[in-house]
């Protein structure tokens, strides 16, 4: 049992906690339902991207999906071996390109045809030659939130089959580009597994006919992320089923698995830990209001995510529906609406379950609030992973102001 007491009193509120035998649970559980293939799981960063989690990833065996150079570098830093490490994204600049070749990745993620010419470029001025493999957008509905859905024609992410076709005959045939995996993604917490097998099997379909067609043999098939896990009460897809779903599509072909899973293995390992300052009412609500705030935990804001809440009162003090929001001066700013939960006093503890994914990574100084600390949990034992920032860390950067 973790002492939340103490950990408040030692590292301060707000705060946030990993359980790193959780992300180690999922982790396993995960790569154990991939077993009859060669398969990498590549962490993706984003979802919790300090140093300490890609690490522990890495020492499972994970490699490290990333979305941006910063993240190359992260998780380079944290000693992800570089050829498990894949760079996705649909906005790559010129130097994230260059640095990622250079870095001689596994593969670059490529989502449109202009970025494969350029990426084509680049590796010729520094005379390379570099491993890709295309985002196929096979236009599924995912049946998620749409601010999270990415795999239908009307999202940003990918290229259609034909183009991916094309792009597959150029870099085929290119001297600078080496095609070896085939990549789709069609969105975040999906709890539906018919989209995920349509999806694999119009993309093994694409690789089927890319071998007969051009002689092209691809070496790993990306499966994405996305896998949801619950919140509340909703059903989640069995990681043995979903694999299964997948490698059913595979047959007759020798593809190494690359899965990115983020929020499958860190959103349910993560805590976000906050005290109540007051509580308020009036003739329509009561509000519950915290140290905490969207600029800490953003997805209650962003996505009108929910987030369930462990309190440490009496269970059967219950008093009535509450909404529980933070300082920042937003009326979006809220981290559970509605919910039944009994009468606070100054100082109590809350606790928001499930923040271990999209949590500490979307936070912002906003309000010039700094940035919480994040702390370890790991056989009953703490420790700081990123201390709290402090004023001075926020205005470090900016330059005396020129009136
Ligand atoms: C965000 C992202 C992931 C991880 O998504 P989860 O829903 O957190 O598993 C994987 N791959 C790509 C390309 C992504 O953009």
Redo the contacts with the bound molecule.
């Keep these: 049992m973790i002492d939340y007491n103490q950990i408040a009193q030692k590292y301060g509120t707000p705060l946030y906690l990993y359980d790193f035998d959780h992300f180690t649970a999922q982790y396993e559980k995960l790569k154990d339902a991939f077993r009859a293939r060669k398969s990498i799981l590549a962490y993706?960063v984003?979802?919790s991207s300090n140093l300490s989690i890609i690490k522990h990833f890495a020492s499972l065996g994970a490699g490290a999906?990333c979305?941006s150079i910063g993240e190359v570098r992260r998780a380079l830093l944290a000693g992800v071996p570089k050829y498990k490490i894949i760079f996705?994204g649909v906005g790559k600049r010129d130097d994230e390109i260059a640095e990622a070749i250079c870095s001689d990745i596994l593969y670059i993620?490529v989502e449109s045809s202009a970025e494969l010419d350029r990426i084509e470029l680049i590796a010729k001025r520094v005379d390379r030659s570099v491993r890709i493999s295309i985002r196929v957008n096979p236009n599924i509905d995912p049946k998620t939130h749409p601010y999270i859905s990415t795999g239908l024609h009307s999202n940003k992410f990918g290229v259609d089959l034909d183009s991916a076709k094309r792009m597959y005959i150029q870099a085929n045939s290119s001297q600078h580009l080496e095609p070896v995996g085939i990549h789709f993604?069609i969105g975040?917490?999906l709890t539906e597994l018919e989209p995920i097998r349509d999806s694999a099997i119009i993309v093994a379909d694409l690789v089927r006919s890319l071998r007969s067609a051009i002689g092209l043999e691809l070496k790993f098939f990306d499966v994405?992320?996305?896998?949801g896990v619950q919140y509340s009460d909703e059903k989640i897809i069995d990681p043995v089923e979903y694999a299964q779903a997948i490698l059913s599509t595979l047959s007759g072909l020798d593809l190494t698995i690359i899965c990115?899973?983020?929020?499958?293995l860190s959103a349910n390992a993560g805590y976000f830990l906050t005290r109540v300052l007051y509580e308020k009412s009036n003739s329509d609500k009561r509000f519950i209001i915290v140290d905490g705030a969207m600029n800490d935990l953003l997805r209650p804001s962003l996505y009108g995510a929910y987030h369930s809440i462990t309190h440490f009162k009496e269970a059967d003090e219950k008093v009535g529906v509450a909404d529980v929001v933070g300082p920042v001066c937003e009326s979006g700013d809220f981290l559970a609406k509605d919910i039944e939960l009994p009468y606070f006093q100054h100082n109590d503890l809350i606790l928001i379950n499930s923040a271990g994914?999209y949590g500490f990574g979307m936070s912002s100084n906003y309000n010039t609030r700094n940035r919480c600390a994040e702390v370890a949990i790991s056989h009953g034992r703490d420790r700081l992973i990123r201390r709290r920032e402090s004023f001075d860390d926020q205005i470090a950067l900016e330059r005396e102001f020129i009136s």
């Design positions: 993706a984003k979802a999906d979305v996705s993620n993604h975040s917490q994405g992320g996305g896998l990115e899973p983020g929020r499958f994914a």
